[in-house]
């Protein structure tokens, strides 16, 4: 039996015309996870996920978001990525 968590829509991103980019918090099993998924459009109108995608529980949040916020700055301004 596969569970199918609970999401809630936070960001919709238009990538493409039949293709979104969801920012969504999701539930399972009473554990909340953060979800950033690749979404297209079927036949009948709805957005589906697809494989492409990250999910990840919401205690790493916070890193994410830094992780993300020194990415801006090295698009912004140019700023070498600390590399690993």
């Excluded at 980019?21 to 957005?47: A, N, W």
């Amino acid at each position: 039996m596969k569970l199918r968590p609970e999401r809630y829509v936070i960001k919709e991103i238009k990538k493409r015309k039949d293709v979104v980019i969801r920012i969504s918090r999701c539930d399972l099993m009473g554990q909340p996870y953060v979800e950033i998924r690749q979404c297209y459009r079927d036949r009948q109108g709805s957005y589906l996920p697809s494989q492409k995608g990250l999910t990840f529980v919401a205690e790493h949040l916070d890193e994410v978001i830094e992780g993300l916020v020194e990415l801006r700055k090295y698009f912004d301004k140019g700023e070498p990525a600390n590399k690993q």
